[in-house]
T-cell receptor
Framework: AQTVTQSQPEMSVQEAETVTLSCTYD???????LFWYKQPPSRQMILVIR??????QNATENRFSVNFQKAAKSFSLKISDSQLGDAAMYFC???????????FGKGITLSVRP | DVKVTQSSRYLVKRTGEKVFLECVQD?????MFWYRQDPGLGLRLIYF???????EKGDIPEGYSVSREKKERFSLILESASTNQTSMYLC??????????????FGDGTRLSIL
């Protein structure tokens, strides 16, 4: 069974600074995808970024980038130039296998200080 | 943009009632999912469906059932509501059956309270 671990329940960052949210996972699969989802206080979950396990290059989406360390089974999210709108709960998730169900971590609440 | 609509944002029901949570998506997605979200536990999969009339149990199916009679609609049913089913319920849909790179699209959630 796959597990996703987000060990930090909360983090805080100063506006315009950079913050890194950590995530580790455990799997015996070789082919899988990793995702970071954001859930703002309005509650609709939206995709932030995704990473294919077979790609060595780290994914980047504007101010969001990942540090994917396959051997270490680590998938951290870096948010650069943090903005007030980045305040949300962030979930790391993992998909593999038949029907590609997502396995989510417990989430981390990010607050942004003005 | 994909639109996933859940019928209620807030719902209050009584213990023992049969409760229906409805979810509709407008993008002809094959896959639909029901999760519950609890503080400190993240999202846990209750049931999912990869086609009309097809369903599979997720990680916590006990006390729940689902119905998918039409491709766009996926209903979650609490057969006899209990207080431990008080939670936030999230519906999601995703294109393709085997395309694990496709993201899931979520509704706004239903906060269900069982009294």
């Amino acid at each position: 069974a796959q597990t996703v671990t987000q060990s930090q329940p909360e983090m805080s960052v100063q506006e315009a600074e950079t913050v890194t949210l950590s995530c580790t996972y455990d799997t015996s699969e070789s082919d899988y995808y990793l995702f970071w989802y954001k859930q703002p206080p309005s509650r609709q979950m939206i995709l932030v970024i995704r990473q294919e396990a077979y790609k060595q290059q780290n994914a980047t989406e504007n101010r969001f980038s990942v540090n994917f360390q396959k051997a270490a089974k680590s998938f951290s999210l870096k948010i650069s130039d943090s903005q007030l709108g980045d305040a949300a709960m962030y979930f790391c998730a993992f998909a593999t296998g038949a029907n590609s169900k997502l396995t989510f971590g417990k989430g981390i609440t990010l607050s942004v200080r003005p | 943009d994909v639109k996933v609509t859940q019928s209620s944002r807030y719902l209050v029901k009584r213990t023992g009632e049969k409760v229906f949570l409805e979810c509709v998506q407008d993008m002809d997605h094959e896959n639909m999912f029901w999760y519950r979200q609890d503080p400190g536990l993240g999202l846990r999969l209750i049931y999912f469906s990869y086609d009309v009339k097809m369903k599979e149990k997720g990680d916590i199916p006990e006390g729940y059932s689902v119905s998918r009679e039409k491709k766009e609609r996926f209903s979650l049913i609490l057969e006899s509501a209990s207080t431990n089913q008080t939670s936030m319920y999230l519906c999601a849909s995703r294109a393709g059956t085997w395309w694990m790179n496709q993201p899931q699209h979520f509704g706004d959630g239903t906060r269900l309270s069982i009294l």
